[in-house]
Antibody, heavy 119, light 110 residues
Framework: EVQLLESGGGLVQPGGSLRLSCAASGFTFSSSAMSWVRQAPGKGLEWVAA????????HYADSVKGRFTISRDNSKNTLYLQMNSLRAEDTAVYYC????????????WGQGTLVTVSS | QSVLTQPPSVSAAPGQKVTISCSGSSSNIGNNYVSWYQQLPGTAPKLLIY???KRPSGIPDRFSGSKSGTSATLGITGLQTGDEADYYC???????????FGGGTKLTVL
């Protein structure tokens, strides 16, 4: 059974940093594309970043490019999202999502972790 | 403003059929596969349809997907109160090199 467990969310001041983690199990993590998708309170889904499972490439939404960094440790089956220069508009539930070979088509999701950016 | 356009809400009676549209362009829907997700209140999204019209195991055949040109459609037949949820379309945008979601459609089963 695929399991994705996010952690690392919390309250942070504007301009601060936070690192999210997603512990994966039940599938071949190293060959799967993985993404972070967020959802601001009462709003829709917004894709944030992806790490390809095939060529190691990374992709970012314009709204986070230059501030967020996605990475993975295949030896620990863990996905990360380093978030710097946080803004109030980054406040959201952040989901870890698994794909197959392609970056799109998220077949499994974690339960989400809440990030609140506020002074 | 989302790259993919969905109606904010749809409604229908139990047992009826409803369709949810997702409109895009040649850089996204027109040349890439579309997926659909269901998000029940307070829960994480769940994959309903992938590759335009395929259902993951465990998804009932009441749910169907189709694509024509730069638009995609999710169909749900035999509506149940448990289908009340937000529904999102998603695809890759080749021009922007990003994943794009529709703004979401809230389904109410009256």
């Amino acid at each position: 059974e695929v399991q994705l467990l996010e952690s690392g969310g919390g309250l942070v001041q504007p301009g601060g940093s936070l690192r999210l983690s997603c512990a994966a199990s039940g599938f071949t993590f190293s060959s799967s594309a993985m993404s972070w998708v967020r959802q601001a309170p009462g709003k829709g889904l917004e894709w944030v970043a992806a790490f390809s499972g095939s060529d190691g490439s990374t992709h970012y939404a314009d709204s986070v490019k230059g501030r967020f960094t996605i990475s993975r440790d295949n030896s620990k089956n863990t996905l990360y999202l380093q978030m710097n220069s946080l803004r109030a508009e980054d406040t959201a539930v952040y989901y870890c999502a698994k794909s197959g070979k392609r970056i799109t088509n998220f077949d499994s999701w974690g339960q989400g972790t809440l990030v609140t950016v506020s002074s | 403003q989302s790259v993919l356009t969905q109606p904010p809400s749809v409604s229908a009676a139990p047992g009826q059929k409803v369709t949810i549209s997702c409109s895009g362009s040649s850089s996204n829907i027109g040349n890439n596969y579309v997926s659909w997700y269901q998000q029940l209140p307070g829960t994480a999204p769940k994959l309903l349809i992938y590759d335009n019209n395929k259902r993951p195991s465990g998804i009932p055949d009441r749910f169907s997907g189709s694509k024509s040109g730069t638009s995609a459609t999710l169909g749900i037949t035999g509506l149940q109160t448990g289908d009340e949820a937000d529904y999102y379309c998603e695809t890759w945008d080749s021009s922007l090199s990003v994943v794009v979601f529709g703004g979401g459609t809230k389904l109410t089963v009256l």
